[in-house]
Nanobody, 125 residues
Framework: QVQLVESGGGLVQAGGSLRLSCAAS????????MAWFRQAPGKEREVVAA?????????YYADSVKGRATISRDNAKNTVYLQMHSLKPEDTAVYYC?????????????????WGQGTQVTVSS
């Protein structure tokens, strides 16, 4: 069982930056692929970024954030991060951290085993 707790959301002006953190419980954090998803009102949940297990040498970014986001993990701290800059109003959403066992990065929410409760990010124009 893995519990995930996100933090770092809030209100930011367009063009600004923020860093989301996701702290995980458990001693096997490094064995999980991790991802950030987001869900805006009236829209489906979509992947933002994902990172492979262990050293995190493989990453994936949605086209909408490519070049503006960086996902990273610190296995010693059981934490995954999402650094975003040049934020846009369309980045406004609830951001969720998710974990899945296995070696493959996926972008499908249903393939993830554990989810955090989410953190709200609001980008004002």
């Amino acid at each position: 069982q893995v519990q995930l707790v996100e933090s770092g959301g809030g209100l930011v002006q367009a063009g600004g930056s923020l860093r989301l953190s996701c702290a995980a419980s458990g001693r096997t954090f490094s064995s999980y692929c991790m991802a950030w998803f987001r869900q805006a009102p009236g829209k489906e949940r979509e992947v933002v970024a994902a990172i492979s297990y262990s050293g995190g040498d493989r990453t994936y970014y949605a086209d909408s954030v490519k070049g503006r986001a960086t996902i990273s993990r610190d296995n010693a701290k059981n934490t995954v991060y999402l650094q975003m800059h040049s934020l846009k109003p369309e980045d406004t959403a609830v951001y969720y951290c998710a974990a899945r066992s296995g070696t493959l990065i996926t972008t499908v929410p249903e393939t993830y085993d554990y989810w955090g409760q989410g953190t709200q990010v609001t980008v004002s124009s």
